[in-house]
Structures are given as structure tokens and as C-alpha cells.
């Protein structure tokens, strides 16, 4: 068994976290001289009529396999391949990430004063074996005035994050209440992700 693994994610959160219960990890991102053929925006596009928590599920699936089909086309030393997907939900309504400030703050006026989930999937691929666990949080944000979120989305915060927020960021002060997984509204739930390293060897 490696004593380490690829985390397939462009996020600092994520590494963050990994770092939090010492997993030595390393990135394994696509890059613009071999990896033309993966088409993110592709992987990301929600299909007609689904559910946020299959979409979640589906997205993150995809992007493990192109994550081993990147680390075979690499050649590199094998060692599990790590990926997780975010999703914000308000009903059936999936919330990705703002394009622009004006989209973060027609988001985040959807959000203020309601309760909405955030879906964090997460898959390991281990050898042929693949794992996979579904980490499910409410988030209930106070009401927020046009000016409160105008200050928010200034910050720049918003842009890159699923729901145009960061919970471990500034928009903190506006979360009334929360239920489920911290790290999982984060970007990577730790208890679902030690669970699967477990499965595929890791003690932890």
C-alpha cells in the first residue's frame, strides 16, 4: 500500500483538510498539454430533470474516472485517487457556482432567510476497487440585506464556491444554524472520507 494518495482537486480547502488528519496527498490535476480530451464544463452539466443529490453523485463518479484515466495516461507510481464534488440545493434547485458578482449576489438573495443542503460527494478509486459516500448538511442563513450581501460578494469570497459561499469564511456571520457535516459544507467530509480510506487499507 502507497503511503500516500492523489487528491484529484484544484481546491485548498480540500488539501486543508486532508493535511488536518495527516493524509500525505498529492495533486493530480489535469493540465493543458496532455489532458485536451476532459471537458469540465461537460462533466459539470446538470441533465434534465435531476436531483441534486444524484447529480452530485454522477459528477463526482465522472470525475474519478477521468482522474485514473489521467494517472494511467501519466504513468505515474499507482496510489489511490481521491475525488469529491460540492452542490449547493435549494429544493430541487441547484445552486453551482456564481458566473460573475451578479449572479453571487442573485444567488445569495435565493439563500438569505431560508434553509438549503449542501451534497459533498466523495469517491476513492483503489486499484479496481472504488468507494463511494454521499455527506448530506442543512444550512440555515439569516435574512441578509441587499447591503450585507453587496459586502459579501466585494469580498471576492463567493466566486469558485458552489452556492457563492465559503463557511469557513466571512459568510459565518450569516449562518444561523447548521446540521450535518462542517467539513462537508467545506468541500471534503472527513468522517465519509476516513470511512472510505478504511475500506481500502489506510488506518487512520
Known amino acids: 500500500m502507497p503511503d500516500f494518495i492523489y487528491l484529484a482537486s484544484q481546491s485548498p480547502r480540500r488539501r486543508q483538510l486532508l493535511e488536518q488528519i495527516a493524509v500525505?496527498?498529492?495533486?493530480?490535476?489535469?493540465?493543458?498539454?496532455?489532458?485536451?480530451?476532459?471537458?469540465?464544463?461537460?462533466?459539470?452539466?446538470v441533465l434534465p430533470g435531476e436531483a441534486p443529490r444524484d447529480y452530485v453523485q454522477r459528477v463526482t463518479g465522472l470525475k474519478l474516472d477521468a482522474a485514473v484515466a489521467r494517472l494511467a495516461r501519466r504513468g505515474l507510481p499507482p496510489a489511490p485517487v481521491l475525488c469529491s464534488d460540492t452542490t449547493v440545493a435549494l429544493g430541487t434547485r441547484i445552486l453551482g457556482k456564481p458566473e460573475d458578482e451578479d449572479d453571487a449576489a442573485r444567488?445569495?438573495?435565493?439563500?438569505?432567510?431560508?434553509?438549503?443542503?449542501?451534497?459533498?460527494?466523495?469517491?476513492?478509486?483503489?486499484?479496481?476497487?472504488?468507494f463511494a459516500a454521499l455527506s448530506v448538511s442543512t444550512v440555515h442563513f439569516a435574512p441578509m440585506s441587499p447591503a450585507q450581501i453587496a459586502a459579501y460578494v466585494a469580498t471576492g469570497e463567493?466566486?469558485?464556491?458552489?452556492?457563492?459561499?465559503?463557511?469557513?469564511?466571512?459568510?459565518?456571520?450569516?449562518?444561523?444554524?447548521?446540521?450535518?457535516?462542517?467539513?462537508?459544507?467545506?468541500?471534503?467530509?472527513?468522517?465519509?472520507?476516513?470511512?472510505?480510506?478504511?475500506?481500502?487499507?489506510?488506518?487512520?
Open 158 to 204: 463567493p466566486m469558485g464556491k458552489a452556492g457563492a459561499y465559503g463557511i469557513q469564511g466571512a459568510a459565518a456571520v450569516h449562518v444561523a444554524h447548521l446540521a450535518g457535516s462542517y467539513t462537508g459544507i467545506m468541500g471534503l467530509p472527513l468522517f465519509e472520507t476516513a470511512s472510505l480510506l478504511r475500506q481500502a487499507g489506510w488506518a487512520l
Open 107 to 130: 444567488i445569495l438573495a435565493l439563500l438569505a432567510g431560508r434553509e438549503h443542503e449542501v451534497l459533498t460527494a466523495v469517491a476513492l478509486q483503489s486499484g479496481q476497487e472504488r
Open 24 to 45: 500525505r496527498h498529492e495533486l493530480l490535476l489535469p493540465n493543458a498539454a496532455g489532458d485536451l480530451a476532459e471537458d469540465a464544463e461537460a462533466i459539470e452539466a
